[in-house]
C-alpha cells in the first residue's frame, strides 16, 4: 500500500542522513585528531626543550664548581709558596743537622702540594674545556628546537584556523541531517557511536541493512 511504500522511504532517506551524518563526524573525529596529534608534539618539543635547558643549567653549574676548585689550588700554591719562602729563611739559620732536616722534609712537603695542586688545576681545566664543548652543543640543539617549536605552534596555528572553518560547516550540516533523524533513531546512533573503538556506527548501506550489524 501507499503508506507502507512512504514509511520505506523515510527509513532509507534516514539511514542515508544517518550515513551522512556518520561521515561528517568521520572527518570531524580526523580533524581532531591531527590537532591532538599536533598538540601530543609540541607537549614533547617542550618537554624536551626543558629537559635541555635543565642539562645547560647543571653544566653551568659544573662549571662554576670546577672553576671554584682551580681557585682553591690557587691558593693553595700560594701558600704553600709563602711556606717554601718562610723555610729558606729559617733554613739559614740552622743551629744542627736535626734542625736542617726537620725543615728539608717540611720543604720538600710543600714542593709536592704544589706539583699536585698544578696536576689538579690541569685536570680541572681540561674538564671545563669538555664541559664547554657539551655546553656549545646543547645550546644549538635548544636554538633547533626552539625553531622547530616556532614552527609547529605556527603550523597548529594555521590548522586551527582552516579546521575551525571547517568543523563549523560540518557541525552546521550535522545539525540539518540531525532534523532528518528521529529523536530515538538518533539516541541510539550516538549511543553506538561512542561505544565502538573509531566512532563508525554505521559501517554500510547493503540491500538496505547496515554491514556493521
Not at 533523524?181 to 565502538?196: E, Q, T, W
Request: hydrophobic residues 35%; negative net charge.
Amino acid at each position: 500500500s501507499n503508506m507502507a511504500k512512504t514509511k520505506e522511504v523515510t527509513v532509507e532517506e534516514k539511514l542515508r542522513a544517518l550515513y551522512d551524518l556518520q561521515l561528517i563526524y568521520s572527518r570531524v573525529d580526523e580533524i581532531k585528531s591531527v590537532r591532538g596529534e599536533l598538540h601530543f608534539e609540541l607537549e614533547d618539543l617542550e618537554d624536551e626543550i626543558v629537559g635541555l635547558n635543565k642539562r645547560l643549567a647543571n653544566l653551568d653549574e659544573d662549571v662554576v664548581g670546577l672553576k671554584g676548585e682551580i681557585t682553591a689550588k690557587k691558593q693553595v700554591i700560594e701558600d704553600a709558596n709563602a711556606l717554601l719562602k718562610k723555610y729558606a729563611e729559617q733554613q739559614k739559620n740552622v743551629r744542627n743537622n736535626r734542625e736542617f732536616n726537620s725543615i728539608s722534609k717540611e720543604t720538600e712537603y710543600q714542593e709536592l702540594e704544589i706539583e699536585l695542586a698544578e696536576k689538579r688545576i690541569r685536570e680541572f681545566k681540561a674538564k671545563i674545556e669538555q664541559k664547554n664543548e657539551v655546553i656549545a652543543v646543547t645550546k644549538e640543539n635548544i636554538a633547533k628546537q626552539d625553531d622547530l617549536l616556532k614552527h609547529k605552534v605556527a603550523e597548529l596555528d594555521d590548522i586551527m584556523g582552516d579546521t575551525a572553518k571547517e568543523e563549523a560547516i560540518l557541525l552546521q550540516k550535522s545539525a540539518e541531517y540531525a532534523e532528518s533523524i528521529d529523536d530515538h533513531l538518533l539516541v541510539a546512533y550516538n549511543r553506538i557511536r561512542s561505544s565502538v573503538k573509531n566512532g563508525l556506527a554505521v559501517v554500510s548501506i547493503e540491500r538496505g541493512a547496515s554491514g556493521g550489524s
